[in-house]
C-alpha cells in the first residue's frame, strides 16, 4: 500500500474528496444522497456498534454514542460522481477510519442495491491540508458553489445536498458544525454574499482550465 502524501493529524483541518472510477453516477437519485449522509452521522462513532447496513433495518435495538467523534464535519458538498468535505481530524487516524468505514459502507450499499460489483471509488481519497482561516473560507465557497460550476443549479441555495442552507440557516443537520467558517462572519448573510460574490468568476475558470497548464 502507497504511503498518504499528506500525514493526517489530530486537531488539523483537511479538504477530503474523491470520484467514482470511470466519473460513473455516486448517486441515482435523491434517497441515494440521504443514505450517505445517514452514513455519515452515524461513523462519527468511534466504535460503531453494528455495521450501517444493519443498524439502518432496526435502528432501535442499538446505542449510539456521539459524546466522542473521529473527526468534525465543517462543510460538505455531494456531487453526482464526486464528493467534498472540509474534516478536523479529533482522534488518531480519524478520518482514515471515517472514510474508509463511509467509502465501503456506501459502496456496499450501492453495490448491492444495482447488482453490481468492483470497486465504486476511484481509489483512496485525497486530502490537503487547510494551512489557515483564510484558506478555509474560500475553500468552503469553492465547495458550495460546485454545483453552480457544474451547472446543475443557478444558486447554490437550489442544490439540497451540500451544507450551504446550514450555513444560511435554513436547515440543519446534527453532525455539521460550520461555527469555524461562520464566526469569521458577522452574519449568514455575509458568508452568502461572500459566497455569491464569487460565483460567476468561479464558473469563467472551469470553462478555461483545460486551457491552462499545470
Do not use: W
Amino acid at each position: 500500500m502507497a504511503l498518504r502524501k499528506v500525514v493526517l493529524t489530530e486537531g488539523e483541518t483537511y479538504h477530503i474528496f474523491n470520484k467514482t472510477n470511470y466519473n460513473l453516477p455516486l448517486f441515482k437519485n435523491k434517497h441515494e444522497f440521504s443514505v450517505f449522509l445517514e452514513a455519515t452521522h452515524y461513523y462519527l462513532q468511534p466504535e460503531p456498534p453494528i455495521k450501517f447496513s444493519k443498524y439502518r433495518k432496526s435502528k432501535s435495538k442499538y446505542d449510539v454514542n456521539f459524546s466522542r467523534k473521529l473527526v468534525t464535519v465543517i462543510c460538505f458538498c455531494l456531487m453526482p460522481n464526486h464528493f467534498h468535505f472540509i474534516l478536523r481530524q479529533e482522534l488518531e487516524k480519524g478520518i482514515e477510519k471515517f472514510m474508509t468505514k463511509l467509502c465501503s459502507s456506501y459502496a456496499h450499499y450501492f453495490n448491492t442495491k444495482h447488482e453490481t460489483a468492483g470497486s465504486l471509488f476511484h481509489g483512496s481519497f485525497k486530502s490537503i491540508r487547510v494551512e489557515n482561516d483564510e484558506q478555509l473560507l474560500h475553500l468552503s465557497r469553492y465547495i458550495h458553489l460546485n454545483p453552480v460550476t457544474a451547472y446543475l443549479v443557478e444558486n447554490p441555495e437550489d442544490y439540497l445536498f451540500s451544507s450551504y442552507l446550514n450555513y444560511l440557516g435554513k436547515k440543519k443537520l446534527d453532525f455539521l458544525n460550520p461555527s469555524l467558517v461562520l464566526n469569521q462572519f458577522k452574519s449568514p448573510k455575509d458568508y452568502k454574499k461572500f459566497v455569491l460574490a464569487r460565483k460567476d468568476y468561479q464558473r469563467e475558470l472551469e470553462k478555461i482550465k483545460h486551457l491552462t497548464l499545470e
